[in-house]
Structure formats: structure tokens, C-alpha cells
């Protein structure tokens, strides 16, 4: 149904990729969703770092894969791509609630590079990533999707046009900042909501969250996720996934970890700004935090 993208202007430091990552389990956890991750970088890289999954042999390399955008461009070519073999193309990271599709290998990209550039744009302008994500909002209830640091590249603009919302990374270093609120955005963001995460984030700053707002003039949600030294030990173990379940508790609220009641606060925010509340769906509305 939507498409969440998680950009941020800035080229490293906001933990937009780990947002990302973090955002999709806890969704699949808390709400009534199928969700989707993906990405727009390659096989391996971005989301896939702090997943089990990730880890690569020669043999997949070398060999074309049976899934993720590989298969997907194959199918794509011979105009077979659509929501259904999406699902089939992706891998189960939560059975019924959370499915991964990994970006394109390395190797398939340098090899048809050219060839892409001739069968990859429609006459409408479309690219392989916007057919992902169109057909995404059927496959999955929520498609969230790490669109990179920095300027965007083709995949990556493919899925910042494709969104609903885009999550926007920054960190608390006012002269970053001033750069990156005040600069141009890509054209593919004008328009769309847009809310902000601040990575890393420290309370005890005096860059806070609303002194951010208030310098700033940002009128949405402005949320502040703290560092956490055990997510990042879990993110290098590739161990994110049952990392933020321990975290979790039992669900119930009382034994929730001060970091996961922070990221489902940030949650609400966004699946408000959707239509939904936790686990059903609701009318919309704003929920501004700091």
C-alpha cells in the first residue's frame, strides 16, 4: 500500500541506513503489516550489513541469482515482472511479516551496464526500481526502503519518487545542519511529506529536538533515536534481527528496552502519517515529538 523511503543528505554519520534496517523489524513486530526491505545499492551493501542473510560466497557472485533484483530485472525483460513474482523473488526474514529483497550483484551490473540503460528506461521514464515499487504496494503492506546517503543515483531517485513519506536522516552537528536543511533537495522529494530522524541522537545537547525545529522552522515530526553501543555491536554481528527482538521483551510494554521504545515511538509517528495506528488501520494524523 505505501512506500517509506529513508534518505539522508548527508554523505555518512546519521545512521539512516541502521534507521531503516531497524524500522522494518520493529514494524513487522508491532503492526497488523507485511513489510518489505530493500534498498538501492547492491547486493550486500546498505540493509543488508546488519542481516544474517548478507553474507556472500564466490558462488553468488559469480553465478545470477534466484532472487532479489537480479531476478527481478530477468523478469522485467521478459515482462514478467509483477506483485506476485515479487513475493516469490524475495527472502523471509520474519515468516508472514517481513521479507527482504536484496539489491542487484555487482558483478550482473557491470556486465549489462549498458544494457540496462536501453531496456531499463520505459518511454514513460520508468526504471526497474520504480516497477519494484509500484509493485510492491501490492505485494506488501509496507514497502520500506533505504534510498542511500548523499545525492541520489537513478535507483535511489526511483525510490524517492515512489514514496508516500520519506524519512529524512540528519545528526545533532549544527554546521551540518545549516547545510543540509538549507540546501536543495532533490526534485523527487518536493511535495511528499517528509519527516526527520535524528540519528544518535543525545538529550543532553543543547541541540535538541525542538531547538532543531525552532531554528529550523520544521513544522513535521522531528524525532531524536539515541546511540546504542549494543545495536551497533549487533549490526557488525549481522545479528540486528534477533538483536531488537531481545529488546522487545515480551511485547507487553514492561520489559521494553529504552532504545526500542524510542524507535516504536518514531514508529507511530510514521505509520500515523499513513493512515495507521498500531496494528489497525486509522484516519491519519501528525504525531510531532521533542
Request: aromatic share 6%; glycine share 12%.
Amino acid at each position: 500500500m505505501s512506500v517509506i523511503a529513508v534518505w539522508s543528505p548527508l554523505r555518512s554519520g546519521s545512521g539512516a541506513t541502521m534507521f531503516a534496517t531497524n524500522l522494518a523489524i520493529m514494524m513487522a513486530y508491532e503492526y497488523q503489516v507485511k513489510v518489505l526491505l530493500t534498498h538501492g545499492g547492491g547486493a550486500g551493501e546498505r540493509v543488508e550489513q546488519g542481516l544474517a542473510y548478507a553474507r556472500e560466497t564466490m558462488d553468488r557472485v559469480i553465478a545470477f541469482q534466484d532472487n532479489g533484483m537480479d531476478a527481478l530485472e530477468r523478469l522485467n525483460t521478459s515482462g514478467r515482472l509483477n506483485p506476485e513474482a515479487l513475493r516469490n523473488y524475495t527472502s523471509p526474514l520474519l515468516s508472514d511479516r517481513l521479507d527482504l529483497l536484496r539489491g542487484a550483484s555487482r558483478f550482473v551490473q557491470t556486465q549489462q551496464d549498458a544494457i540496462k540503460k536501453l531496456k531499463d528506461q520505459a518511454p514513460t521514464g520508468e526504471t526497474l526500481m520504480s516497477r519494484v515499487m509500484q509493485a510492491s504496494k501490492i505485494s506488501h503492506d509496507i514497502t520500506i526502503a533505504d534510498a542511500g546517503n548523499g545525492w541520489p543515483g537513478e535507483s535511489d531517485r526511483s525510490i524517492l519518487g515512489s514514496a508516500e513519506l520519506v524519512v529524512i536522516g540528519l545528526n545533532q552537528n549544527m554546521h551540518v545542519l545549516e547545510r543540509a536543511i538549507g540546501s536543495q533537495l532533490p526534485e523527487e522529494i518536493k511535495n511528499k511529506h517528509c519527516i526527520y530522524v535524528i540519528g544518535k541522537y543525545d538529550p543532553e545537547s543543547h541541540c535538541t529536538l525542538q531547538n532543531i525545529k525552532r531554528r529550523y522552522g520544521l513544522k513535521t515530526g522531528v524525532y531524536g533515536i539515541p546511540y546504542c553501543s549494543g545495536m551497533t555491536d549487533a549490526w557488525n554481528r549481522r545479528a540486528v534481527l534477533s538483536y531488537l527482538q531481545r529488546l522487545r521483551g515480551s511485547g507487553d510494554g514492561r520489559r521494553t528496552h529504552p532504545f526500542y521504545a524510542t524507535l516504536r515511538q518514531t514508529g507511530d509517528g510514521v505509520a500515523q502519517q499513513l493512515g495507521f495506528l498500531r496494528g489497525v488501520p486509522s484516519t491519519g494524523g501528525t504525531h510531532v515529538l521533542g
